[in-house]
């Protein structure tokens, strides 16, 4: 991993009650924090190495790790879940940090049959073990990715603004007045007391503060001084506590995802559930969501998250147009895309593609253009005899011969159980049937449910911030009672 980057970021410090105020932040600095709004959700634990400590992500992630590749619909399914891209990678390219140039490698893969290199129209595919879509062979050779994103002016952000940041990661312009609310908020009367620290910003750390954001509600003092527990000063983030994302089960008969929990009606707690392939593509496609569309889908109830990454979803919500580099930019941050060939098209939590992208290379066929480094090299005239070839993206959920229109990962007409947090494997009568129960046989019930909009959302945010996924989504706290399934008796 490429750490030769770094950012002096000026920190400063309250150092009685050992905190930071704030930071002082050019838009280097901004456009790296902002740019993990833009990171699927499946980047984020393989970033933090399965340990980004939200929720049952991690569990979830390494169901799909564990998950037979037969049940997939190709290979390269597999990789898309565990190691999806992020439509912003082209941009994420010119972060001052490379701290996710491993996640999105400059490569792109090709078919090296003869027939196909001779042919004008050429595959491509991001995701390598995708077989051609021509000829059906594994597409195994390289090439450069064609250009490079613009990095006039940053990447997200205006790069003439200046920026602070708090504590916990709100964003604001730099002034005057902002700075003195924060000294209001945070009673510091007495500017003795402070002090200016200077960090060196690389890979590491960009992790680091990474992984605080999603835990922490004190990212930045976290950070600074790692073995101090702060007491919580004053709950800044606006939360909206009455808000029960409820919703009863609307009847959406052709895109209906249904689902069997087996649960004890004492307690509703979740035994485990049975599900089919169509609930497995719902849930797995969390992994390829990036942050910040997972924030958006849970915008109007933030108060289970530990963290406060909301804040700098919040932020770049509020902050003035003159922040930005445009609107295109805010958008990538607030609402990203998935990349082309992505979407599950049953989701109901519906995220919008980028459409596939074709290019066009002259003088050189793929064999001819250097896959060392980026440059990529024109020889002329193409001893292949071609001179202008099409690019086209493959679809790596198609297996050869085989269209895809649902866009679905996992194919397979079996069942699976899934446990509480997350825990998936095919069923198997027998391991359902000895699966240890704290709780008498008689009250075990089943209960058919089905996943409309709003369901979908509080298996999004259980998935974030709980273990107990399946019961915190369908039976939420507030109307759990003894009384309320209407299952089915099982005895
Ligand atoms: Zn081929």
């Known amino acids: 991993m490429s750490s030769s980057s770094s950012i002096k970021v000026k920190f400063l410090i309250d150092t009685e009650r050992k905190r930071v105020v704030f930071v002082e932040a050019g838009s280097a600095f901004v456009d790296v924090l902002f740019s993990f709004l833009t990171l699927p959700l499946g980047s984020i634990v393989q970033l933090l190495s399965q340990r980004s400590g939200l929720g049952s992500l991690d569990?979830?992630?390494?169901?799909?790790?564990?998950l037979d590749?037969?049940?997939?619909?190709?290979?390269?399914?597999?990789?898309?879940?565990?190691?999806?891209?992020?439509?912003?990678?082209?941009?994420?390219?010119?972060?001052?940090?490379?701290?996710?140039?491993?996640?999105y490698p400059v490569l792109l893969y090709t078919c090296s049959d003869s027939g196909c290199v001779a042919q004008t129209t050429y595959y491509y595919e991001y995701a390598s073990k995708v077989s051609c879509g021509s000829c059906g062979n594994l597409m195994d050779f390289k090439l450069c990715w064609p250009g490079k994103a613009s990095d006039q002016g940053g990447v997200f952000v205006n790069d003439t603004v200046d920026f602070i940041?708090?504590?916990?990661?709100?964003?604001?312009?730099?002034?005057?007045?902002?700075g003195l609310s924060i000294f209001k908020e945070l009673q510091i009367k007495d500017a003795s007391i402070l002090e200016e620290r200077v960090i060196d910003f690389g890979t590491k750390e960009a992790l680091d503060l990474l992984k605080r954001s999603l835990i922490s509600?004190?990212?930045?003092?976290?950070f600074c001084f790692p073995d101090v527990c702060v007491e919580a000063s004053g709950d800044s983030s606006s939360s909206n506590k009455d808000e029960i994302v409820a919703g009863e089960a609307e009847a959406e008969a052709e895109n209906e995802i249904i689902l069997e929990l087996f649960l004890n009606q004492r307690n509703n707690e979740v035994l485990y559930a049975e599900v089919g392939e169509d609930f497995l593509n719902f849930l797995f496609s969390f992994l390829t969501f990036p942050l910040?569309?997972?924030?958006?889908?849970?915008?109007h109830n933030?108060?289970?998250?530990?963290?406060?990454?909301?804040?700098?979803?919040?932020?770049?919500?509020?902050?003035?147009?003159?922040?930005?580099?445009?609107e295109v930019y805010r958008d990538m941050l607030l609402t990203p895309k998935l990349p082309a060939f992505y979407e599950y098209k049953k989701h109901m939590l519906k995220l919008k593609e980028v459409p596939s992208q074709e290019f066009i290379t002259s003088g050189s066929c793929a064999q001819c253009i250097s896959s060392n480094g980026r440059k990529r090299i024109k020889i002329s005239p193409c001893p292949h005899g071609i001179t202008e070839?099409?690019?086209?993206?493959?679809?790596?959920?198609?297996?050869?011969?085989?269209?895809?229109?649902?866009?679905?990962?996992?194919?397979?007409?079996?069942?699976?159980?899934i446990s509480d947090n997350l825990d998936i494997s095919p069923l198997s009568l027998i391991s359902a049937m000895r699966?240890?129960?704290?709780?008498?046989?008689?009250?075990?019930?089943r209960k058919k449910v089905s996943i409309d909009r709003a369901k979908a959302q509080s298996l999004l945010s259980a998935l974030l911030v709980s273990k107990k996924v399946l019961a915190d989504a369908f039976f939420p706290k507030p109307i759990q009672k003894k009384q309320n399934v209407d299952g089915v008796a099982l005895f």
């Open 302 to 326: 933030i108060s289970p998250f530990d963290g406060c990454i909301h804040n700098l979803y919040s932020s770049a919500k509020s902050m003035s147009s003159v922040c930005f580099k445009s």
């Open 435 to 445: 699966t240890e129960m704290d709780f008498p046989i008689s009250e075990l019930v």
């Open 59 to 66: 569990n979830l992630y390494e169901s799909v790790v564990q």
């Open 217 to 222: 509600k004190n990212a930045l003092t976290e």
């Open 165 to 178: 940041m708090t504590d916990d990661l709100r964003v604001m312009q730099s002034s005057f007045a902002n």
């Open 292 to 299: 910040g569309s997972a924030l958006g889908f849970l915008s």
């Open 69 to 103: 590749a037969a049940h997939l619909r190709t290979e390269a399914c597999k990789e898309m879940l565990l190691h999806p891209r992020s439509a912003a990678a082209r941009q994420c390219e010119n972060l001052k940090i490379k701290y996710i140039s491993e996640l």
């Open 389 to 417: 070839k099409k690019y086209i993206q493959h679809n790596p959920k198609s297996a050869k011969g085989v269209e895809d229109n649902s866009g679905a990962f996992v194919m397979s007409s079996k069942k699976f159980m």
